[in-house]
């Protein structure tokens, strides 16, 4: 039977080139949106979901769900960036991030999980982040959100295998999408001790993302993984040395790497 397949944040960006990529290999795909009434000519279906809103995120589930039969595989894309030094981030804009990237994936998880139970199968693939791997400057809580959402499908991954459910992680590195214009960007104040370098490495920041690779390379990474029978729990889709920066960090002591970073980020 044909697979049924739920991408949040759908209208753009990594999700809309995923769900364009699934739909031509004849896949029913439902992308999310906040509004997808402002969104026209789309290459596959849009529903609304918010997710930070549950009621939103249980109603867009119902409708997949009445009009589908089931959720063969739900793809955790939605998420918003943050960059700014830690001491100059205002707190709630730290938690907003938090709300959507951590909580509002394992609301939509939750919210999936009884229906995939019921079905004794299914898929579900939350889009982390090289990021996530280690604590960037100026991008702490970014890191920070990709990382605890890595934890907690491991966590996840076990408690739900006996019921036939399979959880897994996709970590891209710096892709060419708008993900930056969608970003909270931590005002460059004038007073900060952090000015010069901020601002530096802001620039710096933008140049990875507008020269990042083509998002068709995360499409054809999670097409392989919904047809790989026994996925692993974590993926990685980057350059080589984003990968490879994950497996010095294993290995070379934390001062060092530390050091390799300050110096690529020119602190």
Do not use: C, W
């Amino acid at each position: 039977m044909n697979k049924v397949i739920l991408i949040t944040g759908g209208s753009s960006g990594i999700g809309k080139s995923v769900g364009e990529f699934l739909s031509q290999k004849g896949f029913t795909v439902y992308g999310t949106s906040r509004n997808p009434n402002k969104i026209t000519n789309h290459p596959f279906k849009l529903i609304a979901l918010d997710v930070n809103d549950t009621v939103s995120i249980d109603t867009a589930i119902n409708t997949v769900i009445s009009s589908e039969g089931k959720i063969d595989v739900l793809i955790n894309n939605a998420g918003m960036g943050i960059t700014g030094p830690i001491e100059d981030t205002p707190t709630d804009e730290m938690r907003k991030v938090f709300n959507t990237n951590f909580f509002g994936a394992i609301d939509v998880m939750k919210a999936v999980l009884p229906q995939m139970r019921k079905q004794q199968s299914g898929l579900i693939i939350n889009v982390t982040s090289i990021a996530g791997y280690m604590g960037l400057p100026f991008r702490g809580v970014y890191s920070a959100t990709k990382g605890a959402l890595e934890l907690v499908t491991e966590a996840t991954s076990m408690e739900v295998k006996e019921f036939g459910i399979k959880v897994v992680t996709v970590a891209p590195g710096d892709f060419a999408t708008n993900i930056a214009s969608g970003r909270y960007h931590t005002p460059v104040f004038e007073d900060s001790a952090y000015k010069e370098t901020y601002q530096m490495n802001l620039d710096l920041m933008d140049a990875h993302v507008s020269e990042g690779q083509n998002p068709i390379d995360m499409a054809a990474e999670i097409y392989k993984i919904i047809n790989t029978k026994k996925p692993k729990i974590h993926y990685k889709v980057g350059d080589f040395m984003q990968k490879f920066s994950i497996v010095l960090k294993r290995i070379l002591p934390d001062r060092m790497y530390e050091k390799m970073l300050m110096k690529h980020y020119n602190l």
